[in-house]
């Protein structure tokens, strides 16, 4: 807090005045430096201990587990006191505290979890199937569809790169105006880019993705438990019965890179965008269509 103060209002170079309580702050937060402890990785089935701690202006907790015989910290957060909260008894401060970390640690299992889902097993990519609904017209090759979805604070939205079999291609951004996670993100880009190609007359798609969660169950690898991502998965079948091949494949991040970033530029920096991209405004999720 002595930092914060001290760098408070200070907008010119004229106005800084360096403390000593800001130099004894900054020595403490040396020596802490020399010390920090390494993260551990949670385990299924460990019991997690949460520690919680709280000043007049700060409040502070730390996930730990115990492993060989001592305590290691696998997640921590802090937080600055403003306004009223400031007047807080310390009961309620703890209670802000444990409410703020527990929002905070939501976050940060659902991360580590859409993380692990992308990771292939054993370095094995999803399994590949081939959908084959009816054959496709000889001399007809097949369309190439790249696609990534993006969640992020400041929005949402996916990015198609369509290769015809000629090599002409089709690059296009979709802007979600609603909320939805990255793997509903994933299936967006999907469900767009097969009307994408559907619309240009494509016989035969080969899909690719890094998204290990949308290729298993569109692959019937992973169960679908999640209603919406059920009604997802539906949809994706059905329209693949417009095509006379469609086949999904894993790959990874490194070979996804332009759609990957298409999708981040639509989601971060909306206004921004090239006008060499297509840019559709998505109103309403896919399964909440008519």
């Known amino acids: 807090m002595p930092l914060f103060h001290t760098l408070k209002g200070c907008i010119e170079k004229n106005n800084f005045q360096w403390t000593n309580e800001a130099e004894k702050a900054l020595q403490r937060i040396k020596e802490a430096l020399h010390k920090l402890p390494t993260l551990a990785t949670p385990i299924p089935g460990e019991t997690l201990q949460v520690y919680l701690s709280t000043s007049g202006e700060a409040i502070s907790s ?70 084959v609904v009816e054959e496709a017209p000889t001399g007809d090759g097949s369309w190439t569809l790249y696609m990534d979805g993006a969640s992020s604070r400041k929005g949402s939205g996916a990015g198609l790169i369509l290769t015809s079999p000629e090599g002409e291609e089709v690059t296009y951004d979709l802007r979600f105006d609603f909320h939805t996670s990255n793997n509903k993100a994933e299936y967006e880009a999907l469900l767009a880019g097969l009307r994408l190609a559907k619309q240009m007359g494509a016989k035969a798609v080969t899909t690719l993705t890094d998204s ?79």
């Open 62 to 131: 730390v996930l730990a587990v115990e492993k060989e015989g001592e305590q290691r910290p696998i997640y921590f957060v802090s937080g600055a006191l403003q306004g009223p909260e400031l007047n807080y008894p310390t009961l309620e401060k703890l209670v802000l505290a444990l409410i703020y970390a527990a929002r905070r640690l939501r976050r940060y299992f659902q991360a580590l979890a859409d993380f692990l889902l992308e990771i292939p097993n054993g370095g094995n990519l999803a399994k590949e199937k081939v959908w």
């Open 212 to 290: 290990r969660l949308a290729a298993n169950q569109v692959n019937g690898s992973f169960e679908v438990r999640d209603q919406r991502m059920g009604r997802y998965v539906k949809m994706v079948k059905q329209l693949v019965g417009s095509f006379g091949q469609f086949t999904i494949k894993q790959i990874p991040k490194s070979e996804n890179k332009r759609a990957d970033a298409l999708s981040k530029l639509v989601s971060t920096c909306f206004d921004h965008l090239s006008k060499k991209v297509l840019v559709e405004v998505l109103r309403e999720r896919s399964i909440d269509e008519e």
